[in-house]
């Protein structure tokens, strides 16, 4: 093996890593891998004998890919909201299966807020709260001290995990949620009217219902039938605090696309709505419920 195939292979290693660390950072999997690339091509360019830690190296050349990659699409003013298609994907090249398969693990969710921090914050955040990268480290990247740069991944905490108001996000209401995706992924017409009250109301904006149907409906089988004709949408769904209860994100690729209030009494749906005013979404604060995956 000579020098080139081992360092090729060394690089190979870590790849895995390098490439989750660029996907949470851009939200795009063909991005990922450019940024992925670019540290290969920088690597190749400098002695890696006198590089002592290769893992820590490459993950501060991709963040640094990273970081000029988000700067560059501010600079564009690219706004999430509103482009992806169901059933599209939202990069060219990307393949839409493996897409759905990424945002699904990261959680849609998290990946929504993300987008919506700045670009220093989003790989502070990143870089320590999601993989534990120490602030001295992230510091040179993001080029600042290492004080601001914790205030940096602190206001990023606090806009993808606000303070919660009591009780006002409860376990019970979250699983009634999880209950109504499910049984609309699944095609369920009793496991939606055992979620829905019978008198629940449904409204939603006109551009997110086709042609005939009203923008408010009432009654439980009404209801669940229209569910059961849009259910495609529910794949991309995935429960999300808004406005500090329990709600949902539709959210193809990680990029916003609607997004869905309830009201629950009694352990079922009474009301809920569809949002998908691009104005009406950006006065919406969203969180996820982060799980030990993404705290780690």
């Avoid at 600042?144 to 919660?164: D, I």
């Avoid at 999880?178 to 449904?202: I, K, T």
């Avoid at 089988?221 to 949902?248: C, I, K």
């Amino acid at each position: 093996m000579d020098g080139n195939d081992e360092l090729a292979e060394r690089f190979e290693a870590h790849r895995g890593h390098l490439r989750a660390v660029a996907y949470r950072m851009l939200g795009s999997s063909a991005e990922a891998d450019d940024a992925v690339q670019e540290a290969w091509l920088r690597l190749v360019r400098v002695d890696a004998g006198e590089i002592g830690n290769l893992a820590g190296w490459l993950t501060t050349v991709v963040s640094r890919v990273c970081l000029d990659m988000l700067r560059s699409r501010a600079a564009r003013r690219e706004d999430p909201l509103g482009q992806p298609v169901l059933g599209q994907p939202d990069d060219g090249g990307s393949d839409p299966e493996r897409e759905a398969l990424l945002a699904e693990s990261v959680g849609r969710a998290l990946l929504v807020v993300l987008d919506t921090l700045a670009p220093a914050e989003r790989v502070a955040f990143v870089l320590h709260d999601l993989f534990a990268v120490p602030f001295d480290r992230i510091a040179p990247v993001v080029g600042r001290t290492t004080v601001t740069t914790k205030k940096l991944a602190s206001r990023a905490r606090h806009k993808v995990a606000p303070p919660r108001a009591s009780g006002s996000a409860s376990s019970a209401d979250r699983r009634v949620v999880e209950a109504f995706l499910a049984a609309s992924r699944e095609g369920d017409m009793e496991a939606l009217l055992a979620v829905l009250a019978p008198g629940v109301v449904r409204r939603a904006d006109p551009a997110t219902l086709p042609p005939g149907v009203p923008a408010v409906s009432r009654g439980a089988r009404a209801v669940a039938g229209e569910v059961l004709v849009l259910g495609g949408r529910a794949r991309y769904a995935e429960p999300a605090l808004v406005d500090g209860t329990v709600g949902a994100v539709v959210a193809p690729y990680g990029r916003l696309l609607l997004v869905l209030t309830f009201t629950i009494e009694e352990g079922v749906i009474t009301e809920y709505e569809v949002i998908a005013d691009p104005t009406r979404l950006r006065v919406l604060s969203l969180s996820p419920f982060l799980s030990q995956k993404h705290e780690k």
